[in-house]
T-cell receptor
């Protein structure tokens, strides 16, 4: 069965420093991977996705993610964090076993960027 | 353009009551998904519609939960005999079609509290 793990409940980083939010996955075939961000009392906003091609995927708000097949990881990164990046981040994988495209989410990582 | 909208934004009900949650997907999107997000967790899949039909309802927790999409646009999630354990944020998402690479766009959610 497909699954996603986000090993860190919270990541703290100082404004201006690079940030990384970790995600590992387990799938039986080629993964389709997604990152979403959730601000308080808001729905999930799409950041980026990996389907195929370049391992480095660029997304919204200066975020990027690196797909690493050998390590089964899809870590979210940003070169210089902003206080406004503070939010809850979810990694998700498409359930390839079904034909519906439903997403399987990790438990989320809270990113705290301090001024 | 308009995103996915959900009403009500908050719903407080008493144990045993019936509730309906509404989702308006992005215009033209044929695929519609419902997810449930419990406190401190990632969203969990409930049901998927392609057009008017429920193509996958494997995530519905029991027969108290039901959803419809009679005209292939607006969807309503219905919960009978609500229980305190049903308290969660119910998220709706839509995508242009079912393709595995398609991005799902989420609404702001309905926060349900069962007293």
């Amino acid at each position: 069965a497909q699954s996603v793990a986000q090993p860190e409940d919270q990541v703290n980083v100082a404004e201006g420093n690079p940030l990384t939010v970790k995600c590992t996955y387990s799938v039986s075939g080629n993964p389709y991977l997604f990152w979403y961000v959730q601000y308080p009392n808001r729905g999930l906003q799409f950041l980026l996705k990996y389907i195929t091609g370049d391992n480095l995927v660029k997304g919204s708000y200066g975020f990027e993610a690196e797909f690493n097949k050998s390590q089964t990881s899809f870590h979210l990164k940003k070169p210089s964090a902003l206080v406004s990046d503070s939010a809850l981040y979810f990694c998700a994988v498409r359930d390839i076993g079904s034909n519906t495209g439903k997403l399987i989410f990790g438990q989320g990582t809270t990113l705290q960027v301090k001024p | 353009g308009a995103g996915v909208s959900q009403t009500p934004s908050n719903k407080v009900t008493e144990k045993g009551k019936y509730v309906e949650l509404r989702c308006d997907p992005i215009s033209g999107h044929t695929a519609l998904y419902w997810y449930r997000q419990s406190l401190g967790q990632g969203p969990e899949f409930l049901i998927y519609f392609q057009g008017t039909g429920a193509a996958d309802d494997s995530g519905l927790p029991n027969d108290r939960f039901f959803a419809v999409r009679p005209e292939g646009s607006v969807s309503t999630l219905k919960i009978q005999r609500t229980e305190r354990g049903d308290s969660a944020v119910y998220l709706c998402a839509s995508s242009p079609q079912r393709g595995e690479w398609e991005t799902q766009y989420f609404g702001p959610g309905t926060r349900l509290l069962v007293l």
